[in-house]
């Protein structure tokens, strides 16, 4: 069979990897076994799930096994193998998804880390070995396939013999050369240090032969070599461990596993709830927005799993819109497996996690916002538009839950506030909560309405955002505080005495009004002597329900 082309992204992610300085090239280990492990997640819930297939627990597992003479390195796993095409789809191209993400981040950052983040998972096994052979036989089929490439010039795939399902990969470990080492990935007490590092949770045990010394039965003080299979891992999933003995490391490494996204997390929180519904979660907030989180593409869920097994990968009603940044992963044992997803949704259970989940994330946000404000303004550069659709949508339905979440620039030192703190420190006579809106903090500071505001000892919110005023008026008022806009008519405090001189000035110049509205005829409404103009000659006041800026996104938006 003629030898197949890797597709071009493909192969321009092969080239760079390889040649790439990556330090860590141990990490192609737990790829593998991540693999592997999904893969036997696959043929697990498959098992428990049709009745026709009979489920032994012993019949899961991944073994490791080296052959130093012929410098070969085998991860054989009993997981649902893969089919002729599948070896050419998911061998062949990487995650499509990925690509896109992986051109754009490349190119901002020269390739750092590429494979912790861009689930090329597979093609990190070319770090280490140049040839790979994948055989392979999928659950149902009587065949198997086998899967060759010595790298970035392509691959071939062929008709083998395996006798039973799942698949078996053979890495030929490359030579050790002046600058790189590699006889380390032949030797099992290396691989057994690697499996603890970074695999140690998967949950199928991962066996290899291990020699020790062992004292001789028969004479004393003298010891034999015994080879003995060993499972390297401790295989209690991360969520099921005790938190106290887990560290920030361990949860990354995990949202890293995971794919949950490409950046490291910004923060988790790990629930084990025994409550009206038993369940454990470990939820993280992103660090940034994937790329296309703010399209219609992105699909937000966790990971859901029925007592351990996974039974949907995105499971979307976990999760309220306005938090559909948030991943991560929850298992209850109150859930059936053979659940469809139509009748997840109305499961009552699902429902209560669902909300349970959703306050914990109210409460993990305003904790950061709290006590980690760095981080909070970080996570709100990059999904605090989405909470402010969150208080707008659904005809303001949750916005008792949103709006201690926000936070605006404020005209006190520029720096960010949240509604209560404006709220706290509020003078007494104070009767309005201040905006100004404009597209940047420098074009509303030039305002000329913005002034008096100030002059008063007021502070003042600067909303830049277009979301910005809309969700401002919807929720109204905070804590009995109403909100105004610096441009309105009524600031809700006499502006000096200039009051009469003002209408005197109207009459008095009324004929220079009057050609000035002429002039400006279907522009404005009225020209008239201001008061509370102080530095500017000339500002535009609006006088109805919608603030100039609101008017212009309205007229901006399609009918
Ligand atoms: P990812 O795991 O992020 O999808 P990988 O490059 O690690 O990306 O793997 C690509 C795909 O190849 C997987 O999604 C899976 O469909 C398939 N695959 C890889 N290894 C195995 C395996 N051991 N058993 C079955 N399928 C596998
Ligand atoms: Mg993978």
Not at 188 to 205: E, G, N, T
Not at 363 to 390: T, V
Request: aromatic letters at 10%.
């Amino acid at each position: 069979m003629a030898k197949k082309q890797f597709k071009a992204e493909s192969k321009r992610l092969l080239e760079m990897m390889i040649n790439s300085i990556y330090t860590q090239k141990e990490i192609f280990l737990r790829e593998l076994l991540s693999n592997a492990s999904d893969a036997i997640d696959k043929i697990y819930y498959k098992a428990l799930t049709d009745d026709r297939l009979v489920f032994n627990k012993e019949d899961y597992y991944i073994k490791i096994a080296v052959d130093k003479s012929a410098r070969t390195l085998t991860i054989t796993d009993t997981g649902i193998g893969m089919t002729k095409d599948e070896l050419d789809n998911n061998l062949g191209v990487i995650a499509k998804s990925g690509s896109l993400a992986f051109k754009k981040e490349v190119e901002a950052q020269d390739g750092h880390n590429i494979i912790g983040q861009f689930g090329v998972g597979f093609y990190s096994a070319f770090m280490v070995a140049d040839k790979l052979v994948v055989t392979s036989r999928a659950l149902g089929s009587d065949e198997a396939y086998r899967w060759i490439s010595a790298g970035a010039d392509g691959y071939t795939i062929e008709p083998a013999e395996k006798e039973t399902v799942g698949t078996e990969i053979v890495m030929h470990i490359k030579e050790n050369s002046e600058e790189e080492q590699y006889d380390e990935f032949l030797e099992p007490y290396r691989l057994k240090a690697i499996v603890k590092k970074y695999s140690d949770f998967i949950r199928y045990p991962i066996k290899m032969d291990m020699t020790t010394q062992k004292p001789k039965e028969d004479a004393e003080g003298e010891f034999e070599e015994v080879t003995e299979e060993q499972v390297l891992n401790s295989m209690v999933p991360i969520w099921r461990r005790n938190k106290s003995e887990l560290k920030d490391e361990d949860y990354e490494q995990f949202y890293m596993d995971k794919r949950y996204g490409f950046d490291k997390p910004l923060k988790h929180v790990h629930i084990s709830a025994d409550g009206a519904v038993v369940y454990n979660a470990i939820l993280f907030i992103p660090e940034n927005a994937p790329f296309d989180y703010y399209t219609k593409e992105f699909e937000k869920g966790l990971e859901l799993y029925s007592n351990g097994v996974l039974i949907m990968e995105k499971c979307g009603d976990l999760l309220p819109d306005y938090f559909s940044f948030v991943k991560g992963m929850v298992d209850s044992e109150d859930l059936s497996l053979n659940i469809s997803r139509e009748l997840l949704q109305h499961d009552r259970q699902l429902k209560l996690i669902a909300k349970n989940i959703k306050n914990k994330i109210k409460s993990m946000l305003q904790s950061m916002l709290k006590d980690e404000r760095e981080a909070y303004e970080k996570f709100f550069a990059a999904f605090g538009r989405q909470l402010k659709f969150g208080v707008y949508n659904d005809y303001g339905m949750n916005k008792g839950d949103l709006q201690d979440l926000l936070i605006f620039t404020s005209s006190k030192e520029k720096k960010l506030v949240s509604l209560t703190e404006y709220v706290e420190r509020m003078p007494e006579e104070q009767k309005y909560i201040y905006y100004a809106t404009g597209e940047s903090v420098a074009r509303i500071e030039k305002s000329p309405q913005l002034e008096v505001v100030l002059d008063k000892g007021y502070e003042v919110l600067y909303l830049t955002d277009d979301i910005d005023e809309f969700a401002i008026k919807v929720i109204a008022n905070y804590k009995e505080n109403e909100f105004r806009n610096v441009a309105s008519g009524d600031l809700g405090f006499d502006v000096d005495e200039a009051g009469d001189q003002a209408e005197a000035e109207t009459e008095e110049a009324k004929e220079l009004f009057q050609r000035m509205g002429e002039l400006l005829q279907g522009k404005v409404k009225t020209v008239k002597a201001s008061k509370r103009l102080k530095s500017h000659p000339v500002c535009l006041s609006a006088e109805g329900e919608l603030s100039i800026e609101m008017e212009k996104i309205l007229k901006a938006m399609p009918d």
